[in-house]
């Protein structure tokens, strides 16, 4: 299976939604673990990686794409 693709400042869906019933997060630390932000109420969460791979559906928004 291919691995996913995804950079510091991207938006992403995840699979469950937050409880605020947003499901989009914006990456806003990369390394062995990753935050996320919610984009409908701005909180952030720190989970591993693998976790993160694994619940992450796509990249909405790429931050690489928009600074061309």
């Known amino acids: 299976m291919e691995r996913k693709v995804f950079g510091l400042g991207d938006i ?3 699979k469950k939604p937050h409880p ?3 499901n989009e ?3 806003i ?3 062995m673990d990753i935050r996320i932000k919610c984009v ?3 909180h952030s ?3 591993p990686r693998v ?4 619940n992450m559906k796509k990249v909405l928004k ?3 794409a928009d600074e061309q």
């Open 20 to 22: 605020c019933g947003s």
């Open 62 to 64: 790429s931050a690489a």
């Open 25 to 27: 997060m914006e990456i």
């Open 51 to 54: 976790k993160f791979e694994k």
């Open 40 to 42: 409908g109420c701005q």
């Open 12 to 14: 992403v869906q995840m």
């Open 29 to 31: 630390r990369m390394g």
């Open 45 to 47: 969460v720190l989970i």
